[in-house]
T-cell receptor, first 109, second 114 residues
């Protein structure tokens, strides 16, 4: 059974600092997704990663995928308060889609 | 361009009843997926429809069903409601549903079971 583990689950960081969220998964997959959710809101799709070595960047967020290590990272550069949200990764492994538990990020001034 | 529209936004039902939720995708999008979000189980994939056919299904009992119409609008139905079905139900649409394109989410339907 596909398992997806995210860490950390909670992250409090200072504005201007860098940090990385990790997403590990248990079975072979070449499709990994990152989403953002603001409190009380729906999901927003951030990145779609489809192949080994894929790297995508949008503003202060950069996501990468290493299918051999079964690991994706979401790197935050020079965090700002607006990035405070919960971030989820999700893995699609041959029609079995599972989400991580989410990382609640708080960026403090 | 209108976004994904889910109706109703809020719904209160009692145990044993059934409920139907609706999702209108972005115009031109042919794939619709449904997700359930609860504090205990987190986000879970329910099913995906493409061109009126269910392509994938998550690990949910048969009480959860769905369908897609020729205009790509989708409905999901939950019968014999249980307390544990209280959740935020999210619908997302994408162009082709190959998994290679970003999904666009509706605001969700918050279902409460009394």
């Amino acid at each position: 059974e596909l398992k997806v583990e995210q860490n950390p689950l909670f992250l409090s960081m200072q504005e201007g600092k860098n940090y990385t969220i990790y997403c590990n998964y248990s079975t072979t997959s070449d499709r990994l997704y990152w989403y953002r959710q603001d409190p009380g809101k729906s999901l927003e799709s951030l990145f779609v990663l489809l192949s080994n070595g894929a790297v995508k960047q949008e503003g202060r967020l950069m996501a990468s995928l290493d299918t051999k290590a079964r690991l994706s990272t979401l790197h935050i550069t020079a965090a700002v308060h607006d990035l405070s949200a919960t971030y989820f990764c999700a893995v699609d492994a041959y029609n079995d889609m599972r989400f991580g538990a989410g990382t609640r990020l708080t960026v403090k001034p | 361009k209108a976004g994904v529209t889910q109706t109703p936004r809020y719904l209160i039902k009692t145990r044993g009843q059934q409920v139907t939720l609706s999702c209108s995708p972005i115009s031109g999008h042919r794939s619709v997926s449904w997700y359930q979000q609860t504090p205990g189980q987190g986000l879970q994939f329910l099913f995906e429809y493409f061109s009126e056919t269910q392509r994938n299904k998550g690990n949910f009992p048969g009480r959860f069903s769905g369908r897609q119409f020729s205009n790509s609008r989708s409905e999901m139905n939950v019968s014999t409601l249980e307390l544990g079905d209280s959740a935020l139900y999210l619908c997302a649409s994408s162009l082709e549903g190959t998994g290679s394109q970003p999904q666009h989410f509706g605001d969700g339907t918050r279902l409460s079971i009394l």
